[in-house]
């Protein structure tokens, strides 16, 4: 049939945007290239997973899912809540994140959909294409992903594992610029399980002060911390500096998988003016957030977790990470750091006493093979001889992992040459 | 105290990002902008939210919400989903959409924070800056401020009140060029209440064919329509356009708050490649998808929810549809337009007739102030001179509301001179 030429002048083939281009996802990258093929004669044991609910043995309490049921049969939820959240609700979480130095209303907290929403509406509200961000490394992944896919640099300051994962202040300080919107903090962290005391969050923050950048506090682990540790929350230590605190439910209540996030604004030298706050009721109402069923037990979860709950959560977290430091402390060629709060573990790899592998890929792709342990490979946080733990299996498969580990390592660990020239030294 | 001079050059004054204020919502920027000040005599009726559940006269069915106390006893929902959503979640939307002409299986569904998630994937995946979309006018306003705010154009094509709200085919093929990334396509419709023919459909997509433009059928009314009716789903009838349906719980189920929508892939002929399909999973992993309790709770709310509860829904709001027409027929001065589907019905303000009126969001302002009645001017939907009326209140409010429009309309119309002036020739 005589066709009329098309006025686009071309056929079909519908190319995906630059922006879906440019979304990437270092771990997905990095687990989808290697080859996972577990030892058929031991059960696999994944230890990769930042999901506390995957083995069962973690289950969230009988309250929160009492208060779901609650705000499912009252029928007062099934509508559209205001984009940036129910009132009672925003104002719940307002009551329970107040602190004596940074007071929080209904108004300073927006309700998005988990913490990664609450992550992306910060960083779309304070960056344009050409700014930069500062982000911890090793680090969340996510910070990179959303801005990257935003036109937004991201600048890697330095965490010093041999001072317990805090800041090098002078390489973060080294990298602002012009340009730099905004500085991530997470603490507690993913991946280092690390808490910082006040003075070093207070140091962190005089960085931020002295070249007035906004600070986004990712503290979704707020909380989860060992018993001998306390959490600061960054608020109230600043005294200038705005501070954007993301958090939500799913690592502290655990359940991850409701996406229930917030965004808690502090800014009580009213530095970020209207603007930001517009901003980020604006970006809100692009697709809405969080689902009204959970908003509509958010109240009742805060007031009725039991403090039991909370403290069973850390205590058997807490256990957890001494069985396997203390059993990967004394595997020649591995370092693990003790953790002081949220779920993970690093352990550092000495690569010069693994000839066999070229890298933290290698190494745990191989741990995979002959032993059906999986653990993240530590480049996945821009962090290579390293991986990452997870320490919210089962205690028993907790300890059959690290045995494994160890056997592992036995097989392939080679000592250095320069080790000797080091005793001589 | 001295104080080192700051590298940035820049003292505090933190600014909103560009994307941020280039995020508009133009319901908001009117309704903001109108004195709604009620008449103290008269109970306010809100004829303007689109939300089915605000009277709590149309509750969602009891099977939805058992669906969903069974999902959160079995504890089974509770961790993440996958980004796209649970396989099983996938495949029970598959099921409940596959069309003999355009079968679907899981790999087709993406699942999505609300409807309005799926379309922000969609145009997210689609466009690039300096494209185009061409958007139904009238039409929900939302596909602009996404388009808008990702710097992408938009061109609105018209619809035409005398035909049902028809597509204007001429004026849409005229809008094409070389830049024009997708067509939106939204039936049935919101603001109108329209439902497109099988043939008008198969128009529609010709010209999408000619000039290769994927198709985005927003269809969150999908079967949402009178018994006298028919909904078709555009994609059986596409033979080679690519079409990404939108859809979600929001309205045929009466729960827009849960944010459960979703994004059926149709590429019969593989137009997308792998592309566009890869994607959307990327785009999917910035902030994950919809609460999994929801997600858990999908396959049975399709199972179980009796088709009697469908049927009573649109009964209901075909007949507030014909009481609400009916009576504003024949109230000189407005033409309402009678609708077949949705929730919604458009009318028409002769503004000729009512010189103290400069436009539709004047009239509808002073609706308010002398008869306490809210309608949303259809300014809201880049067409003036009309008001939309959410036909989902209860019969006696209907009834009331259209009694009052009547009083209001009786007391500010004048006759036109040129009236007269017609009969002459
Ligand atoms: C540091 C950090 N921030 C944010 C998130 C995302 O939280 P959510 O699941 O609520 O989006 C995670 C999840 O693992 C995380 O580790
Ligand atoms: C045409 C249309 N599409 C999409 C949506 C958004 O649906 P959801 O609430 O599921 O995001 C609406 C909501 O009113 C709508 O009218």
Request: some cysteine; overall charge negative; charged content about 20%.
């Amino acid at each position: 049939p005589a066709k009329l030429k098309s006025r686009r002048q071309r056929s079909w083939g519908v190319r995906a945007s630059e922006m879906s281009k440019n979304t990437l996802n270092p771990i997905r990258a990095i687990v989808d290239g290697m080859k996972l093929t577990p030892n058929p004669d031991k059960p696999m044991i994944s230890l990769s997973i930042g999901d506390p609910t995957v083995f069962g043995n973690m289950p969230t309490d009988d309250k929160v899912l009492q208060a779901m049921k609650e705000a499912i049969d009252s029928q007062k939820y099934n509508g559209y809540a205001p984009s940036v959240g129910y009132q009672k609700s925003r104002e719940a979480v307002a009551n329970f994140y107040s602190r004596p130095g940074a007071p929080l209303e209904a108004k300073d907290v927006i309700l998005t959909s988990g913490c990664s929403q609450a992550i992306e509406l910060c960083i779309n509200v304070l960056c344009n294409p050409g700014d930069n961000i500062l982000v911890p490394c090793p680090g969340f992944s996510l910070y990179k992903t959303l801005a990257v896919s935003l036109g937004v640099q991201v600048k890697l300051y330095n965490l010093l594992p041999e001072k317990s994962w805090e800041v090098d202040l002078q390489h973060l300080e080294s990298l602002i610029d012009s340009r730099t919107a905004c500085l991530i903090v997470t603490n507690p962290s993913n991946p280092c399980g690390s808490v910082y005391s006040k003075e070093h969050l207070q140091n962190i923050i005089s960085v931020a002060s002295k070249h007035c950048i906004p600070i986004l506090a990712d503290e979704i682990y707020g909380d989860m911390v060992f018993p001998d540790c306390s959490f600061h929350p960054m608020a109230p230590l600043s005294s200038d500096v705005p501070i954007l605190s993301c958090g939500g439910l799913a690592k502290r209540w655990l359940v991850p998988g409701w996406r229930m996030g917030w965004i808690l604004i502090h800014d009580r030298n009213n530095v970020f003016g209207s603007e930001i706050r517009e901003g980020l009721v604006k970006l809100s109402q692009r697709i809405l957030g969080a689902c009204t069923i959970v908003q509509g037990a958010l109240e009742s979860i805060f007031n009725n977790t039991p403090h039991e709950f909370y403290q069973s959560t850390v205590s058997f977290i807490k256990a957890n990470s001494e069985i396997c430091y203390s059993a990967l402390s004394t595997v020649p060629g591995l370092t693990p750091v003790m953790p002081s709060g949220a779920m993970y573990l690093m352990v550092g790899i000495d690569m010069d006493n693994f000839p066999e592998f070229q890298n933290d890929v290698d190494f745990t792709e191989r741990l995979v093979t002959e032993q059906s342990v999986f653990c993240l490979p530590a480049t996945a946080f821009e962090y290579p001889d390293f991986f990452r733990v997870v320490v919210t299996v089962p205690e028993d498969m907790m300890m059959e992992a690290c045995a494994r580990i160890r056997e592992f390592c036995a097989r392939h660990y080679r000592p250095c040459s320069t080790d000797s020239n080091e005793i001589d030294q």
